[in-house]
């Protein structure tokens, strides 16, 4: 029996002790950056109230599309209820699919709790976000719109591209850790992210600006906390073309 046999029959063996954990978590850490950042999260809805007035019939009526930035007129102003749903229904597929390419029995819980704290962070900047900035949404400036909500002044950032992009990157980012790169789940995981921000925008949700900016918060909340949350323990790596060893000191 050869020496690289017996090598890799060694690692093969070993490997129920070198599970591959990508992320460690502090339970009581956590437990604290959750109390505090669910505190931020959830005190937007009483701030909100008290910093965001609905527009007058008559300040609706003021609105022109030339008041729009040039980069963000290009887009359809009148709403689609069926493309608002179908908005919904992407951000419900990125999150299953993410679900499923996290799977671990060993380390599953470890793994939810770090989406649980990307999924809470960036919900609370984007609702303060939205609060401090009070941009009025595409479809105010509808001639088929006619009434104004605290909702209507939300439209900067989009929370449902953030929310598919943040989640989209924790789920890419155990799977390369553990994986290698994979085109036909990255193409899954971010087309589904797209979808979402395609569609908020095509629905008069939100201007292009906003999905983008979106999409680009959601994904640093989620890659800066992935990063920070990355496990230092041995690892090994099982993919289909590839087999690794990582020993971090």
């Keep these: 029996m050869n020496t690289k046999f017996c090598l890799v029959l060694l690692i ?3 490997c129920r002790y070198l599970i591959a954990q990508t992320f460690e978590v502090d339970r009581t850490n956590y437990f604290f950056y959750m109390l505090g950042i669910s505190t931020i999260e959830l005190s937007n809805n009483y701030f909100d109230r008290q910093l965001t007035n609905p527009l007058t019939e008559n300040e609706i009526t003021e609105l022109e599309k030339t008041d729009v930035p040039w980069f963000d007129r ?15 229904y992407t951000i419900y597929f990125t999150l299953g699919a993410s679900l499923i390419t996290v799977y671990d029995d060993d380390y599953y819980w470890d793994n939810l709790m770090v989406l649980s704290k990307i999924l809470m962070t960036q919900s609370a ?3 303060w976000t939205k609060t401090l900035v009070n941009r009025e949404r595409p479809y105010l400036y509808s001639s088929k719109n006619s009434k104004s909500t605290r909702g209507s002044l939300h439209s900067f950032y989009s929370s449902h591209t953030s929310t598919a992009f943040s989640t989209s990157v924790f789920a890419y980012y155990y799977y390369v850790d553990n994986y290698g790169g994979s085109i036909p789940l990255a193409v899954l995981l971010f087309g589904g992210s797209t979808a979402t921000g395609v569609l908020r925008a095509a629905s008069a949700q939100h201007f292009p600006s906003d999905v983008l900016v979106g999409a680009i918060m959601g994904s640093a909340v989620s890659y800066i906390l992935c990063q920070q949350h990355q496990s230092d323990r041995i690892k090994f790596n099982f993919g289909y073309n590839q087999v690794g060893l990582e020993i971090n000191f």
């Design 12 to 14: 093969l063996i070993s």
């Design 74 to 88: 290009w887009i359809e102003f009148d709403p689609d209820q069926k493309l608002k749903d179908w908005s919904d």
């Design 125 to 127: 900047i984007c609702k």
